[in-house]
Each structure stands twice: as structure tokens, then as C-alpha cells.
DNA sequence: CGGTATCCCATTTGATACTG
DNA sequence: CAGTATCAAATGGGATACCG
């Protein structure tokens, strides 16, 4: 069991439900159009009783929907609920950073191909409010409605950027 | 150990690198400012142990840079290296999934303040080229030049828009 | 095909103790 | 303060066998 303050944020708790060796895998696949249990195993190569799991979390997480299927409805597909969906930037940042730190030499494995626009796309992270890029020097955490004390206590003690390099102390 | 055809893209390997129970919060940790050993110890709760060997493996991949401090520099900050703040953008979006779902009534417990047009800012994926908004259903992943011949195989397979609901087969 | 149950093994975890 | 070493216990993994 870890610490008593950690989870406080959803940072953490997004972390540690998806954070798995085999949940984001699992994502990627629906992404793809990964519908049936044995695609999923077949097409991520991991045994069918941690699959069975796996997807029973997630589907209990409102992440996947199961639609039974073929004849007498006896099967199970498992299509991504909004939930699920609402996933899909996180598995575009993890792509985007796996691409630049972790690709190598070869470049990347996926493009993405906006089909709205038509090009290939690199997608960026802007300011809802002014559509500028978002800067990591110019984002301040502070504490939000369901901020616990000590978080509460945490964030506001953060200045401005504090990321930044700062002086030896 | 995992199937052969695992781990071809940057989503998994960028999953499997970071995806585990302390790093993301390690890494959330730092963008809070966190530099010290102890501090990230007492700030999570996790062993120091577990801590020295996470600490090891993100400085090895480029996240950490350990700057020696103190009397006889004989102790060592942990900074965000480059390949660190590039993964900004996941926590971001780590975040604001879990402010959506998992975070209950109270509401997030941490808003992000952009700090250079004064608002509060839920960022907002758009496509780098047509300055459109992302939407889920306008993607479409194809294959990259890194990409594996049988992910190749796979994506060339993908129509449009392939996670949409399909008839029903 | 679409799962579930069982079993065994490798790894990871966290407590604790120790060191410079 | 900043770690390393050790170790028992829990966990997670995959193989296999089994059921509707």
C-alpha cells in the first residue's frame, strides 16, 4: 500500500488504472478497430486469461462496451464507450513521445493522417482559452475543487513555471 | 514473455517504459517542481529502494539529468531533461481524462492555469497542419517508415474512421 | 469461438537495516 | 541526506486445461 497522500489527484489515478503493462496495448488495438477477444489476443500475442481480465476492468471502468454478436448473441464484441475514446489523446501523446525518444533510427511506426485535411499530422496541444501552444514554462498547477488539504497546501506553495531550472540552493 | 508482434510501435514501447505504478507519478512529482530523493520519497510514499531504482532507469532514458548539489556537491537534484518535459503532454492528458471520470463529485483536484493569458486552460489537441480540433473519427493511423511488415500488413487494412461503429457483421 | 479456472514460476514490492 | 543491500511476501505472468 502506498503512502497516505499519494492518488490525491487524477494524475495518479488515471495512471494507476490504465498504467499497465498490457491495458494501453489493449487501447491501441481498439484504436485500430481490435473488436473480438481472440483479436485481441492473437493480434497482442498475451494470454487469454490476463485478456479476460483486463477487459472486464475495463469494461466495468465504462472504458469498453461489450455488444453481443453472431448467432443466438453468444459473443461478445467490445467497442470503446466514450470513456474509451476520451483515451485517445493519451494514447496520441505516448505516440508522439515514443516516436522521438524511442523510435530510432528507422523513424516512426504509425503515421497519423488527418482525414479532414488530409495531411499527416502532428497533433499539438493548445490553450482552449487563447489557442496558444501550450508551453510547459507558461502552465501553473493550483489546487482545483477537489484538492485535498494537502495538495491544496502543495500547489499553492508553487511560483510561477516552477519547473524551471532553478538557482543552486 | 510477450508475442513476436508486440512492442512494434511507439505506443508500446512508450507504455511499457513509462506505464508503471510510480513512474507517471515520479514524473508528476518533478512537474510539481520536486527535485530531491527525499522529497519525491516522503511527497509518494513509495520505498526508497523502488525510488533509486526508478530514478536510475528515467536517467538512463534521457529524463532525468542529476545535478550535483551541496557541500562538496556530494548530493545529486533530479531535473527534467528534454526527453522529460516532452512528457508533459501525456500528463496532461492523463489528467484531464482522469478530472473526467474518475475524479467524482468533488470535481479535479488540479486545474492548470496558463500563466500567459491568465485563464484556467483545459488544453485542446489540434492537427498541426489545418489547426482543426482532433477528433477521434478524422484520424487515421497508417504506416509509418519504422513500421514492422506486419504492422504495415495491419494498417494498410484500416479504412477510414475504423474504431466507428461497424454494422453489425 | 469466447471465455473461465487452476497452477506454477518470475518478478516486483515494501520493510528494514546499513553506509558514506 | 542520499542512497544500497537484503529478504519475505505479494503480485502478475503465461501455460494449460476445461466449458458452453
Redesign the interface.
Known sequence: M?????L??????????????W???IL?E????T?RFNEFA?????SRNILSNRLKMLVS??IFEQHP?GPSKARNEY??AQ?G????????????????????S????????????G????????????H?P???D???????????EW?RQ??SQ?T????V??A??
Open positions: 502506498p503512502g497516505e497522500q499519494d490525491e489527484d487524477s494524475v495518479g489515478a488515471a495512471a494507476e488504472l490504465l498504467g499497465d503493462r491495458t494501453f496495448l491501441r481498439a484504436f485500430f478497430g473488436r492473437q493480434n497482442l500475442g498475451l471502468q465504462g454478436y467497442r470503446l470513456a475514446r476520451d483515451i485517445f489523446p493519451i494514447v496520441v501523446a505516448l505516440l508522439q513521445w515514443g516516436d522521438k525518444y524511442l523510435a530510432g528507422r523513424g516512426p511506426s504509425i503515421v497519423l493522417k488527418h482525414t479532414r485535411c495531411n499527416d499530422t502532428d497533433p499539438l496541444l493548445i490553450c482552449r482559452a487563447c496558444e501550450i508551453e510547459l507558461e502552465i501553473l498547477p493550483t489546487p482545483g475543487p477537489g484538492a485535498s495538495a502543495r500547489l508553487l510561477d513555471s516552477a519547473f531550472e532553478p543552486e540552493r
